[in-house]
């Protein structure tokens, strides 16, 4: 066994070792992840196997491909996300690194290749969820605002604008202090994140829309670890 040979096989990631377009080696985990029976089946396929005839972008795999080899032979190595299949016709996304290196006088491309989907569904997850989240806030009839951790808006829906009668852009420069109680009696709405609950008080504001008396719930919002992140604070307004 030669010594890229020993290293190659070691490797925890998919690896293809290419050369003139074909594969003329690759470890168990690139058997693994393109759904082979074992490392050997990949020698000897042309490196466009790999992918489905076009990418999403519409690009031909296989001239596509060729060409990134091309450009790592040439001394221009790169990491691109790119969608690949496995031997059963299912595809998915992947990042593949490519660069040139010299074994035996013939110049050999490592094909480094890391699965991605479940990477991808995740940050599509969250975005679903973050989109969600916001149609959640600008549609609730309820006034709302969203503090970070350093008691400054983060973000505030169409009826808090209504009833305060400030302007959205002018709400960006403020912080939790041009909000307190003009009484002085009411509890801070740091005091959420600083208790982990909801701070419930009835408070007299002084706004553009003329001075209110409200009602307003201010309670923490946690990540998945317990840990305080934001505070949510919803108004009710009680103005006789």
Known sequence: MTWYRAILYALPDAVLL???GRCIDGNTAAGRL??????????GRDISWFSPPR???GRASGEAIHACI?????GRPGRFAWQ???ADGTTFDAEIALAAARIDDAVVIPASI????????LLA???AAEWRAEMVIQGNPMPLVI????MTLRAVNKAFLQMTGYERKTLESMSVHDFESLDRTARKIADAALEGQTVLEEVTLDLPAGTRTLIRYSTPLVDGDGNVIEILTVYRDITP
């Open 18 to 20: 290419v050369e003139d």
């Open 34 to 43: 393109f759904g082979l029976a074992g490392r050997e089946e990949v020698i």
């Open 55 to 57: 990418q999403p972008d």
């Open 70 to 74: 091309l450009d790592a032979i040439r």
């Open 84 to 86: 690949c299949r496995r």
């Open 114 to 121: 890391r699965d991605s989907s479940r990477e991808n569904l």
């Open 125 to 127: 997850g969250a975005r």
């Open 147 to 150: 503090w970070d951790l350093a």
